[in-house]
């Protein structure tokens, strides 16, 4: 064997483990399920194909619209309230001292805590007779009756979206705040030369240089929210009436409480490609295309 | 930072703080002080019981699921260590034709959320018996935090310098011996990285586990937290904030040692991607 065939041999020989796992545990189930949604799945054994059945089935369950459009709306409402304080922490907190030190571990750290924890500790300040929140309030005089923060719809969205706000915002943070730091001083500089007001070094150069930041910071939180399962299987159960119910919980159900595999497959797969769309659109506008 | 800034930030610090204080304050109530009204911001006297209950209850079920998630991490850990260090160097020092192709559909998968794939991995994992096993769980779990510590991994050791290889090449020293003996020790922080990663990953996660292990002996636990608080008929919340609170001491105390190499890993993840 030559030097170069050794070296290649050892390059494929230490890549090894990796194909075989991503081959088994990703590849494999991925035309699995592609294959299965095409199919109709006989628990008892034995599976015969269909054609886009499933598919029209998912097309025409209103549990899957109701789902889709639950988990588009909860993105809506809290994307923004992730991104918007995540990038004004960022901002104030850029120049490293003691105290932006201090304050970033503060912001970052509930991003630890798992999913389920965070639920249990804020259903437990939501709560309608014990809890914090309704105390406090009526304390202040803001509210005359305690209210049922997770009882209804619009309200239990926002109220599970303030949640996820304070888990994950300090994670969007730190991704802006190093996207902040690899902008070079100089470029602030000659815009004080120039005479640039702070609102316009804001807008004119900050924003524009971070946008490549700021749109990754944007996909992984609105990917994030499109998965969305643990916090409203645990703060909501899918209530009121299912319209907190996200579409991987919908999955969860058709698949493992249903035994519809078909079915639960096909809607799997339409899940895929919509977050893949959705993700394109969101490289797209960062101009990553033009790069 | 003016002082206004720093009294607003402070502020809103309290705010972040007052969830865990509330959680950790009432795990420590006496049960008949946690449903009192109003709520005591502090309280006179502290206890134990809660946590006495939480350890005691079903022949202490709850630690057995604080060990399983233990051995989940130290699993995954272990996997994704092997792949992303032989991997990572692979990529890095030895590329070969067609390795590139392979590390795009390896960093594919952070693109493909597991959440669609559930039905095929559950019937994979049936099929290779190893469904309800901590093994098979820590081998999804491996799987799909892999790729960003491979990505991480490369880059790495694409920052050492080819010299570091030839030399000790000519010095006669096997491939093997080259990465674990020259490269590795120059790559501690991102060992430490995908330490921290991979551990907060694997003992938060909650559907994997919930999906692909059923009897009580191998639940992690955020699962087993979960039945556990909603097995009565009325919610026992002073045990349920016992059960938080005990369940975040780990990943807090992680996240707060290696909390620097988390934020540099996802630094040099989000720029030089």
Known sequence: MTLRQKKNFSGLLFLLPVMIMVGIFFIYPLIRVLITSFQEWNVMGGSKFIGFENYTAALTDDEFWLTLGNTIIYALIVTPMIFVPALLLAVVLKK???????????????????????????????????????????????????????????????????????????????????????????????????????S???????????????????????????????????????????????????????????????????????????LLIVSFFQLKAGGFSNE | MSKKTFILLLILSLFFMIAIYWTVLTSFKPPEEVLSYPPGFITANP????????????????????????????????????????????????????CNVIFLLVLSIMMVPYQSLLIPLYDLMNKLNLLDTLFGLSLIYATYF???????????FSSLPATLRESALIDGASELKILFKVHLPLAMPAVATIIVYVFLATWNDFILSLIFTSSSEVRNVQVGFMNFATSRFTQDWGLINAGATFSIIPSIIVFLVLQKYYVQGMTSGSTKG
């Not at chain 2, 005691?56 to 604080?66: E, G, M, N, Q, V």
């Open chain 2, 146 to 156: 892999m790729p960003f510590c491979l990505f991480m991994m490369k880059n790495y």
């Open chain 1, 200 to 274: 316009q070094t804001l807008r004119f150069i900050t924003l524009p240089l971070l946008r490549p930041t700021l749109i990754l910071a944007l996909i992984l939180s609105v990917a994030g929210s499109f998965k969305a399962f643990d916090h409203f299987f645990i703060m909501t159960k899918g209530g009121p009436l299912k319209t907190t119910e996200t579409i991987v919980m919908y999955i969860n159900k058709v698949a493992f409480e249903y035994y519809n595999i078909g079915l639960g497959s096909a809607i799997s797969v339409l899940f895929l490609i919509i």
């Open chain 1, 96 to 198: 490293t001292s003691r105290s932006s030190k201090f304050f970033r571990t503060i912001f970052f750290l509930p991003f630890a805590i798992s999913f389920v924890a965070s639920s249990y500790m804020w259903k437990w300040i939501y709560n309608d007779t014990y809890g914090i929140l309704n105390y406090m309030l009526t304390s202040l005089h803001l509210i005359s009756q305690p209210i049922n923060w997770l009882g209804e719809t619009w309200l239990s969205r926002i109220m599970v979206s303030i949640m996820v706000s304070w888990k994950t915002l300090g994670f969007s943070m730190i991704i802006i705040l190093a996207g902040l730091q690899g902008i070079p001083n100089e470029v602030y500089e000659a815009a004080s030369i120039d005479g640039a007001k702070k």
């Open chain 2, 47 to 98: 206890t134990l019981e809660q946590y006495n209950k939480l350890f005691t209850t079903a022949d202490s079920i709850f630690l057995r699921y604080a060990g399983n998630t233990f051995i989940l991490c130290g699993l995954s850990i272990a996997i994704v260590m092997i792949l992303s260090i032989l991997g990572g160097y692979s990529l890095s020092k030895l590329p070969f034709k067609g």
